[in-house]
Each structure stands twice: as structure tokens, then as C-alpha cells.
């Protein structure tokens, strides 16, 4: 009896055990919180110095944040405000009155008061072209020749490089501007003038400029204009030579490399010689230089009785071919032949040659010429 008294007791104590356990399962949720609020609660006390710097650290921040925060809506309102008066002025003051201006103004410079701009009539922002003696046109352009044309034109592209279009516009891109040729069509007198507007107007507004040209004189007025200091010029130019073949390429050049147009035209036959361009060129490029060369010396009459003598030689058919190759090559007509690729130049290069020892001048001829033989010797 004792025994099963025993037993029951611990049977009884045991089932109150596994009682409690299925009450905690049951409320295992609540005593999951319990015990993590009694480990953070701990884990507090232990770093309470710790977690008030970071709330007074915190505090602060929001302060800062709130502060920038009005910063910004304050000068977001200015720049509101100052958009609305830029454009308010420029409803008052519009661009087209500056570019009239400025334009006149480089016509009287350039020496030019036959014609003038002005505000058109009827059309906003808007020009008409008018001459100075007020007579009645209605299309005063067709009536400006082409050196004109290219004039005003290009007077006005300068305006257009300088300014925005459209007094709502706001176009902070870079700005990259290609010129090609720009005095391909105008007097030689306005070469420095364009060059010089070039370099004050649009290289002093655009980002990146490009310049294309065929015309030395005009290219070496641009360097000119360039900074002298050699460090300075390159970090914000870069010259380069353009080729024409059967494809077309370029290379680099520096500002001591750039030749006069006499050299430019030696360079020209020496580029043909090597096969960088087409052969077309040659018969052109040598009329050139006989006629400058022999101009500057003096020797013009004595040039054209030498080239006449020896194409009316019946002994020499050679020098016959070459004179008729060089004035073939010089002139388009309806007899003359264009289309030489086929013929082998080395030939012509060969009376050509000839003349400047006729003439008494084949050191000239060797010193600009610069034959690949003699090239080769001196650099074997």
C-alpha cells in the first residue's frame, strides 16, 4: 500500500510537469516576447551610456536633415525666381536684337555698308536684310554675291553659336560646332577677320570646335591665335592632316610641321609620288609650282620661252607629252581628258625634273622634291 501510495504521488507530480510544458507550448509566442524583452531589456542596462549618445546623436542629425531640408526648398524658390526674371527679360530685351546688333556691328568692322539687318516687320524674332540706300526689294539675299552671302550667313551662324534660340530654353549639354571651310568663297582680305572671330566668338563659347580647311593662309592665321606656350596649346588643340585617296585618312601634325602653300604644293606631289592620293592631282600641282617658283624668281618669260622651245622640238616627244600633261591636268574642257588613274606620273616627274636643270634651278628641285633614293642613302 505504501508503494502504490508512491507511485501515485509521483505519477501526480509528473503529469503536473507535463501539464506545465503543454501550457508553455501553448503560450510559446508570449514567452518567445518575454524573453526577448528580458534579453534586450539586459542587454541595455548594460550599454545604456552607449545607446543615449546615439539617440542625442540622432536627435541631432534630424535637426541637420530638417535644416538642409528647408535649405533646399529656400533656394529651389530662388532659382524659381530668378528663371522667371531672366526670362521676363528677355521678353523685354529679345535675343534677336543682340544678334542685329552684333551683326551690323561686324559688317561696319569688315568695312561693309552697302547693306545692313534689321527687325522684320511682321514676323517675331525675326530679321530681313536691307540696303543702305533703301531701295525697294523684296529679296534683298538673291541680290548679294556669293561672298556676300557666305558673309552675312556666316556672321549670323556665329550669333547662333553664342546664344540659345528660344528664351524658355535651357540646354546645359556641351556644345561641339564644326566649321568646314569657312572663307572657301570669300575675299582673301577677310581671312584674318574670320579667323579672329573664330577665336574670339565661338572658341571662347563652345566646348569642343572643329575647323576643316583647304586654305593654308587661313589656317596659319587660327595657330597664330592659339596660345604660345607649347604646353598650353597642346591641352587644347590638336592639329591634324587630311588625306584623300581611294580612302580617306588623317594624321597628326604639330604647329612647327605646318608648311607655306608653296611647300604645301611640293608636299602635294610628293604625297602622289608615294601613293597617298590620286594622280589626278599631279598634272595641276606642277603647273603651280612652275609658276610660282619662277614668278618669285623672276624667270617667268624665260620659263615659257624654255616649256615652248622644247614642246615644238620634234627630236623630243617626251617634253611634247609633258607639256601637253601638265596643261591637260590644269584645265576641264570638252577635249580635255580627267580621268587619268591609269597613267604612271613618274615619267612627267622626270621632265619635270628636267626643266629646273634646263633653268638653272635643280638644286632647288632636289632640295624640295626630296627623291626617296637620296632619302634612303642617308638614312641606310
Partial sequence: KDIEESLLKDIKQYNSRINDLNEKVKQFNLTQDKIKNQFWGALRNY????????????????????S?????????KEIKHTDDEIKELRNKTSNIDATISSINSKLKNL???CFYIDKHPTIKNSFVIVRSDNTPSKNVYRSLSEGEKTLITFLYFIEYCKGQTNTDEFDNRDSLIVIDDPISSLSQNYIYDIASMIHYDIFTSANKVIILTHNLYFFHELIKLAPISERKFNSTYQL???????????SNISRDSLQNEYQSLWQILKDARDGKIHNVVIPNTMRNI???YFAFVHKTNELQDELNKLAQNESNSNFKAFYRYINRGSHSDSINITDMGEITPDIYITQFKEIFRLMGDISHFNKM????KNIEDTTA
Fill in 47 to 66: 550599454r545604456n551610456t552607449d545607446f543615449e549618445v546615439l539617440e542625442k546623436i540622432q536627435v541631432e542629425n534630424d535637426i541637420i536633415i530638417k
Fill in 68 to 76: 538642409l531640408e528647408e535649405s533646399i526648398d529656400s533656394i529651389n
Fill in 111 to 113: 568695312g561693309i555698308t
Fill in 240 to 250: 591634324f592632316r587630311i588625306t584623300k585617296n581611294l580612302h580617306s585618312s588623317f
Fill in 290 to 292: 612652275l609658276e610660282y
Fill in 369 to 372: 622634291y626630296e627623291e626617296k
